[in-house]
């Protein structure tokens, strides 16, 4: 399984763009890059996945290096209701037992 | 669609007794889950099913028993709660394979589990 790192908290300031890092060194050829949002007493939220290049979506975006060992989640002018914590994930399309939620990033956007 | 739903929201027990968490889904998706989440911690798998009648263990399967035996619910049982049990515990369930958001996974509110 691959595993990821993510920083553990960040803070921002609304209407700034934010970028969450996560390593995957040893990701898989076939494995996929997905992320999720939760707020404070909710069940996580699926944001956005891709497997290579650039993905956008009316949330965010995805970069993914050529290497495929980073992704970096970006949000574009954050705002308070932006603070959540991001779950990055790495695994194969329809591993379902194979996903692993670890700590997250605990992103704190302020006034 | 009321998506996916969990009973009860909350629930307060004594160690060593026994109780059944629900979890329904009106989607029509073939794999759920059970997670369990502690305080400052991420998700923990305890088990997952792929269909109708089976069942997975997760990463942390111990203590607990999965049942699948209609599509739209799945079950999870504590047959004798401790106080490790303590936790918050998230339904979830996702399309499954050949659905363009196979790996998308819809997550009910939780249920907030106390054992004294």
Redesign the interface.
């Known amino acids: 399984l691959a595993k990821t790192t993510q920083p553990i908290s960040m803070d921002s300031y609304e209407g700034q763009e934010v970028n969450i890092t996560c390593s995957h060194n040893n990701i898989a050829t076939n494995d996929?890059i997905?992320w999720?949002q939760q707020f404070p007493?909710?069940?996580?939220?699926?944001i956005i996945?891709g497997y290579k290049t650039k993905v956008t979506n009316e949330v965010a975006s995805l970069f993914i290096p050529a290497d495929r060992k980073s992704s970096t989640l970006s949000l574009p002018r954050v705002s308070l209701s932006d603070t959540a914590v991001y779950?990055c994930l790495v695994?194969e399309?329809?591993s379902?037992?194979n996903?692993?939620?670890?700590?997250?990033t605990k992103l704190s956007v302020k006034p | 669609n009321a998506g996916v739903t969990q009973t009860p929201k909350f629930r307060v027990l004594k160690t060593g007794q026994s109780m059944t968490l629900l979890c329904a889904q009106d989607m029509n998706h073939e794999y759920m889950y059970w997670y369990r989440q502690d305080p400052g911690m991420g998700l923990r798998l305890i088990h997952y099913s792929v269909g109708e009648g089976t069942t997975a263990k997760g990463e942390v399967p111990d203590g607990y028993n999965v049942s699948r035996l209609k599509k739209q619910n799945f079950l999870l049982g504590l047959e004798s709660a401790a106080p490790s049990q303590t936790s918050v515990y998230f339904c979830a369930s996702s399309p499954g394979t050949g659905w363009a958001d196979t790996d998308t996974q819809y997550f009910g509110p939780g249920t907030r589990l106390t054992v004294l």
Do not use: A, M, V
């Open positions: 996929y997905t999720y007493s909710q069940g996580p939220r699926f996945q779950y695994g399309r329809g379902q037992g996903l692993i939620f670890g700590k997250g």
